[in-house]
């Protein structure tokens, strides 16, 4: 089955052109203000627009409110809500809920004992992304250019539908895919030459590499169509 690429933290126009024009599958806009990939209402308003269909929007929170989420479904109509945080089971399944709307829940990996919950999510979201476990004291929860040991999912269910993220990049991504198998893929600051700001030439080099690795392996996860 194809790999399927999603590129997040995207800030301006030319970003999320070079995004469209490499075939992103997913298109990410992030709602925290700590990260320097923060957008406001408006501009998330303005750059969901100009995605015309052409990929599914995402729109990532961090422990959001019911309040919060529904100002950002408003400006964005995303196709998909991404909780970065704490959230627990139930509140993914509230926010889905509520929402109407398919949810991914980000779970941070440093060891094994983290794949832990896994279940308990599967069964409440509609996909997980695993993304390396950011450091004590860190102010945010991702999008820290950091990997984890990938070799922790070579066994996790096939039938869990998820997305690897954390210090993807060009150069290792095929690697990344050949360990995990993985249906989905996120950047962030892989792509970038500085926190927030995406370089095209890396976007479409990243793109360029996980569809290159395309049936490498064993056959990949199903893949759900949110």
């Known amino acids: 089955m194809p790999v399927h690429v999603k590129i997040c933290g995207l800030t301006s126009p030319a970003a999320l052109d070079a995004a469209l024009a490499a075939g992103a599958d997913m298109v990410g806009f992030v709602s925290f203000p700590p990260s320097p990939r923060h957008i406001g209402l408006a501009r998330m308003r303005a750059l969901g627009r100009r995605v015309e269909g052409r990929a599914r929007k995402v729109a990532l929170v961090v422990d959001e409110s019911d309040e919060g989420i529904a100002a950002i479904i408003a400006a964005l109509a995303p196709d998909m809500l991404q909780l970065h945080g704490h959230e627990t089971p139930e509140r993914v399944a509230s926010v889905r809920a509520r929402f109407g709307l398919a949810v991914m829940k980000a779970l941070p990996i440093a060891t094994r004992a983290d794949l832990a919950p896994v279940g308990a999510y599967a069964a409440k979201a509609d996909r997980l992304l695993f993304d390396a476990r950011a450091p004590r004291g860190a102010t945010r929860p991702g999008g820290l250019g950091t990997p984890f040991d990938w070799r922790l999912l070579a066994d996790i269910?096939?039938?869990?539908?998820?997305?690897?993220?954390?210090?993807?990049?060009?150069?290792?991504?095929?690697?990344?895919?050949?360990?995990?198998?993985?249906?989905?893929?996120?950047?962030?600051?892989?792509?970038?030459?500085?926190?927030?700001?995406?370089?095209?030439?890396?976007?479409?080099?990243?793109?360029?590499?996980?569809r290159a690795a395309e049936g490498n392996g064993k056959p990949r996860h199903a893949v759900a169509h949110q």
């Open 157 to 210: 269910d096939p039938g869990i539908d998820f997305m690897l993220s954390g210090g993807l990049n060009a150069d290792n991504v095929a690697q990344a895919l050949a360990i995990t198998h993985a249906p989905w893929v996120d950047v962030s600051s892989g792509v970038e030459r500085a926190p927030g700001v995406k370089v095209a030439a890396k976007i479409r080099a990243f793109v360029a590499a996980a």
